[in-house]
T-cell receptor, first 110, second 116 residues
Framework: QKEVEQNSGPLSVPEGAIASLNCTYSDRVSQSFFWYRQYSGKSPELIMSIYSNGDKEDGRFTAQLNKASQYVSLLIRDSQPSDSATYLCAVKGSNYQLIWGAGTKLIIKP | ETGVTQSPTHLIKTRGQQVTLRCSSQ?????VSWYQQALGQGPQFIFQ???????GRGNFPPRFSGLQFPNYSSELNVNALELDDSALYLCASSLAGTSGWTDTQYFGPGTRLTVL
C-alpha cells in the first residue's frame, strides 16, 4: 500500500515566524510532488510542485525534496494569519494517480 | 479561480438513491480526475478519464462510475447511495500528453453530498 504521511497537527506558529510542514512517502519511484492548501469547506489550491532534489522557492514558500530519504517539506516564511489552513501533500505514483496525505492543519497566531 | 466548475454545489439524497455530479474542465485540459474527500481526510482517488476513457481507478466499488464527453467535461455517477458516501466530491482537470502522463491538477470548488 503506497502511502503519504503527514502530521495532522494542529501546528501553531506565531505571525511572522517560519512554518515548517513535513511529508514522507513510501513509493520510491515517485517523481512528482505537490503541496496544496485547503481552507475549510473549500477545494485544494495548488501552492508548489517539485520534481528534483533540493529547494524550490516561490515568494514566501519554499519546497524541499529529498528522494533518498523519501521526504518533502514546505516552508512558509513571514507567516500571515491568512496562511491558516490545512496543507496537503500529494505524490504522483507510477500509475498517474495522486496519492494524498491527510493534511496538516496550520494555525498562525496574530 | 482555476476555471474548473462543478455542479451542483450541495446535494442531499437518501440512502439507496442515485446521484450524478458534473464537472467542466479548464480550457485546454483533456483529463479529469475525481476524488472523494471525507471530513478531516485527504482526497481519495476515485478514477481518471483521458480522451473519454477510464485511465486509472482507485479502490471504489463499481457503483461509482463515470463518463467523459468529447468536450472533456465529465460526470460522476453513484448508484445505491450509502451513508458513508457523504463527502466532498472533487473534480480536477489536467493536461496529459500522448503517454497519458499528467502533470499538475487543478480543482473545481467541489460538490458537498449528504446522504441521509
Amino acid at each position: 500500500q503506497k502511502e503519504v504521511e503527514q502530521n495532522s497537527g494542529p501546528l501553531s506558529v506565531p505571525e511572522g515566524a517560519i512554518a515548517s510542514l513535513n511529508c514522507t512517502y513510501s513509493d520510491r519511484v515517485s517523481q512528482s510532488f505537490f503541496w496544496y492548501r485547503q481552507y475549510s469547506g473549500k477545494s485544494p489550491e495548488l501552492i508548489m510542485s517539485i520534481y528534483s532534489n533540493g529547494d524550490k522557492e516561490d515568494g514566501r514558500f519554499t519546497a524541499q525534496l529529498n528522494k533518498a530519504s523519501q521526504y518533502v517539506s514546505l516552508l512558509i516564511r513571514d507567516s500571515q494569519p491568512s496562511d491558516s489552513a490545512t496543507y496537503l501533500c500529494a505524490v504522483k505514483g507510477s500509475n498517474y494517480q495522486l496519492i494524498w496525505g491527510a493534511g496538516t492543519k496550520l494555525i498562525i497566531k496574530p | 479561480e482555476t476555471g474548473v466548475t462543478q455542479s451542483p454545489t450541495h446535494l442531499i439524497k437518501t440512502r439507496g438513491q442515485q446521484v450524478t455530479l458534473r464537472c467542466s474542465s479548464q480550457s485546454g485540459h483533456n483529463t479529469v480526475s475525481w476524488y472523494q474527500q471525507a471530513l478531516g481526510q485527504g482526497p481519495q482517488f476515485i478514477f481518471q478519464y483521458y480522451r473519454e476513457e477510464e485511465n486509472g481507478r482507485g479502490n471504489f466499488p463499481p457503483r461509482f462510475s463515470g463518463l467523459q464527453f468529447p468536450n472533456y467535461s465529465s460526470e460522476l455517477n453513484v448508484n445505491a447511495l450509502e451513508l458513508d458516501d457523504s463527502a466532498l466530491y472533487l473534480c480536477a482537470s489536467s493536461l496529459a500528453g500522448t503517454s497519458g502522463w499528467t502533470d499538475t491538477q487543478y480543482f473545481g470548488p467541489g460538490t458537498r453530498l449528504t446522504v441521509l
